[in-house]
Structure formats: structure tokens, C-alpha cells
């Protein structure tokens, strides 16, 4: 995890300068935000999506945020977002998105809802937490991040599940390296995957009655049943839950060999 830290402050260091995002032209307003674009085509397609998700995130995670959020669907690509953000008061949709939009869009959601205990959160559980929403409402694109991260916890850089746990909002947003935001994304994932989204808030709702500023990372390897030493001791656990179904794994792999696909899902 040491790399994954150096890498944090290294790019931090360079790229902690606001961005001024040109606000896209179209406007469709729904009863759950508005959303921006290029054209009415993007607009009303994400808008749709947005009606649709929004309360559903709103249902998983219980405790959330009143407001109703600002989406722009850019046309280019911020590199440095992934394939969406919370930036600047608004949810940013890339260009390189759209293949994966509602997983994106269900990713991006949490991180506008995340209201009260749930901010008591580790910032890499609570990117844990959007991925695995995103996952339960985009199903078809489970079984790929689930290989992807588990692949990512056995072969990467990252050891200490620990060090991940302590790492702040700013330095996450640092880290550029995909393997190394992945692997994030994996210890965060299985985590909240392990304990639940329910009892995951309880214990986030405990700690804030105990007048806490934080959910301790060793309490949720605990409650987890992970090992705090080293990821690649999770592999038993892991294999548990993505294996957990063959007939999803089977359904994934016959969708892999049809050419002309485009999957893989990166939100930030
Ligand atoms: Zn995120």
C-alpha cells in the first residue's frame, strides 16, 4: 500500500486546482434533479435513468440527503474522473461513460446521497458501498467488477487493508493509477459486500449516537470477518461471493465471446 500512498501525495501535490466545467446547453428537469447536455437525445436518455435509479438508491441506503442533484453529461473526457464524479456541487457524467451509464450514474448517486451516520464512513468503504449499490442495480455488470476487483485484491500492489481504510477523500482522489484505484475499489467492495448494507449503517449509526468521527477501520475488518494483515488472505471469502452464483459467471462469459461488446466499468 506504500505505492498507493506515494502515488496520492505525488498527484495531489499537482492537481488539486478547481476545474471551471462549461455548463452543456439542454436542460431536461425531472422530480429528481436536473440534467444537462450537448443535445435533448443525451439529456432525456440520462434523465430517464436518473428518475428511475434515484429513488431506488434512495430505498437501499435509507438514511440520505434531501436535495435532488445537478447531472451534466459531458461530451468530452475528464481524464482524472473516472468515468463520473461528485465534483463541484454536481454529478459529472464523461464522455467515455455511456457504455457503463447506469452503473455509473447508480455509483455516482451514492456518493450525492451519502448523508449523517453514513459520513462516519471511511472513504473507501463508502466507494465500497456506491459499488456495490451500483451493482445490485446495474446486475449486468456484477460479475465483471467482482472478477476484476478480486483479481485486482490477489495480483496487486496492495497488501494492507489498513492503509486503504485510511486513506482521506483527497488522497483517493489522487490516486491516478487504475490497478491501484482498483484495488481500492476491491478492498472497499468486499468489505461492505461481507457485512451488509443494513448493518453496515448500523454500525455507522452506532458510532455517530457515540458522538465518533469516524468508523474505525479495524471495527469493519471485524465485523467483516477479513483478515487485517494482507488482502491476499481474503482470497477463500472472496471466491465465496463471486463464485456464489455459476449460472451469472456462465451468462457473463457467453456475453464476453460475442464480438463488438463494450464493458468494463471504472465510475470514480
Ligand atoms: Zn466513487
Known sequence: MQRVACLAALACSSSCIAVQVPEPPVSV???EGEV????????????ALLVELAPKVREILVETRAE??????????VPKFGDGSNYDGRILMNGR????????????LVHWQITGAWELLPHTAQEGLADRVAAQLAPETRVERELMLAYQ??????????DALKLSTREWSGVRNTWDRFSLYGVGYFIVARIGIEDLHAMCAEAKAEERISVL?????????LSPYDVREWKADID??????PGAIAAWSDEVKRP?????????
Not at 463488438?260 to 470514480?268: D, F, L, N
Open 97 to 108: 461513460s455511456r457504455p457503463r451509464e447506469r452503473f455509473c450514474l447508480a455509483h455516482e
Open 240 to 245: 465465496a461471493i463471486v463464485f456464489a452464483d
Open 260 to 268: 463488438g461488446e463494450v464493458r468494463a466499468t471504472q465510475p470514480r
Open 153 to 162: 485484491l490477489q495480483w496487486g500492489s496492495l497488501r494492507d487493508p489498513m
Open 217 to 225: 477501520p479495524m471495527e469493519l475488518l471485524e465485523r467483516a470477518r
Open 36 to 47: 444537462r447536455a450537448s443535445n435533448r437525445e443525451d439529456a432525456e436518455r440520462v434523465a
Open 68 to 77: 435532488p442533484p445537478q447531472v451534466y453529461v459531458l461530451e468530452w473526457d
Open 29 to 31: 428537469q425531472t422530480a
